[in-house]
């Protein structure tokens, strides 16, 4: 089990930017050599419109680069095993672009599963997450996805 714990109303930020992703990147490039496509093209979650069309296959590639991301992410920022048992959520993904996105498109299902995986929360049942809480926003500048998790 990790050393680090929470109480109740404890806030944990973890941001989701350019720099995360070229770091991740550069870490499976190292792991996998021969591999050419980066895993993780964006600091935002895929849109419910990318993946839901794709072949189960598709999807299910899809969804394991992201949980393998976020499972790393957690353990990079030394989260991992932490074993949040109540919490609610609040992801902000701020685009590059002002071009319209449709909220509920943005549902994190692939980084909420990476975040179970790795540990950091118990499970993403409504009986460990208690709400979610989906916004969307413009930073030109500086593209990221900002995760709260508010500790119960």
């Known amino acids: ?18 720099n995360t992703i070229k770091k991740y990147n550069e870490y499976y490039f190292n792991k996998y050599p021969r591999r ?19 072949r189960r296959p598709e999807m299910n590639n899809l969804k394991c680069r992201w949980k393998d991301f976020i499972v790393w992410l957690i353990e990079d920022i030394g989260l991992s095993n932490t ?20 909220v509920d498109n943005v549902a994190p299902k692939f980084i909420i599963d990476g975040l179970v995986d790795a540990g ?18 413009y930073d030109k500048n500086n593209p990221r996805t900002e995760i709260f998790i508010f500790v119960e």
């Open 83 to 102: 074993g949040i048992e109540s919490c609610t959520m609040k992801f902000i993904s701020y685009y590059p672009t002002r071009r319209r996105v449709d």
């Open 120 to 137: 950091l929360i118990v499970d993403d049942s409504y009986k460990h997450l208690k709400s979610l809480t989906l916004q969307c926003d």
């Open 1 to 18: 089990m990790n050393e680090k714990s929470f109480s109740s109303g404890d806030v944990i930020r973890i941001i989701i930017d350019n």
């Open 36 to 54: 050419t496509k980066a895993p993780i093209g964006s600091p935002m979650h895929p849109s419910i419109n990318v993946w839901f069309i794709m």
